[in-house]
């Protein structure tokens, strides 16, 4: 069983800095991509950063992109999630994810979830 | 970026109805699509990959068809634990720009 544990979040002041992490267990951490989700409250789902199992190439949403950072440690079998320049908007559940690409042409669907971290962006 | 659009918002239905719920592209997405579950105070689970390949755990009662741009799920016959909210997912582009569609919460009726 794959497990996925958070850890990180928190209140933060606008304009501030987090890190998130994400320990998984039970997988062959390097042969997965791994995603970032966030739920801003009471809304739905918007993804935020993908990276290869290789941790070579990431992804993000504009909404993040030259704020966010992510990273992986395959040795340490751990996921992380920098984020900078933190504004309201950001507050949300950030959950992290295993990606599966079940075709060479297409991305990723989540299969397994960690459960989520909560980052409040306020004064 | 490729918009997902659920309906209906909101479900009411009673344990035991036939419910159906649609999910639509804004353009095609061949059968790259991914449906979630999610409970109040959890995180989602994968119910329906591939738009119709059911994940091994998922009850038989749940199933996905469609491809293109319309996508459908439906539970055969709602069970109380199926009470929740339901989100369709693309992943048709790359690199990587996942969408979600807004989803539809399924309430007792």
């Known amino acids: 069983e794959v497990q996925l544990l958070k850890s990180g979040g928190g209140l933060v002041q606008p304009g501030g800095s987090l890190r998130l992490s994400c320990a998984a267990s039970?997988?062959?951490?390097?042969?997965?991509?791994m995603t970032w989700v966030r739920q801003a409250p009471g809304k739905g789902l918007e993804w935020v950063s993908s990276i290869s199992g290789s941790g070579v190439i990431a992804y993000y949403a504009d909404s993040v992109k030259g704020r966010f950072t992510v990273s992986r440690y395959n040795s340490k079998n751990t996921l992380s999630l920098q984020m900078n320049s933190l504004r309201g908007e950001d507050t949300a559940i950030y959950y992290c994810?295993?990606?599966?690409?079940?075709?060479?042409?297409?991305?990723?669907?989540?299969?397994?979830w960690g459960q989520g971290a909560l980052v409040t962006v306020s004064s | 970026e490729i918009v997902m659009t659920q309906s209906p918002a909101t479900l009411s239905a009673s344990p035991g109805d036939r419910v159906t719920l649609s999910c639509r592209a804004s353009?095609?997405?061949?059968?790259?699509l991914a449906w979630y579950q999610q409970k109040i105070g959890q995180a989602p689970t994968l119910l329906i990959y591939d738009a119709s390949t059911r994940v091994p755990a998922i009850p038989a009662r749940f199933s996905g068809s469609g491809s293109g741009t319309e996508f459908i799920l439906t539970i055969s016959s709602l069970q109380s634990e199926d009470f929740a909210v339901y989100y369709c997912q693309q992943y048709d582009t790359w690199p990587p720009a996942l969408t979600f569609g807004g989803g539809t919460r399924i309430e007792i009726k």
């Open positions: 353009q095609s997405v061949s059968s790259n």
């Open positions: 039970g997988i062959t951490f390097s042969r997965y991509a």
């Open positions: 994810a295993r990606s599966i690409s079940s075709q060479p042409s297409a991305s990723y669907y989540l299969d397994s």
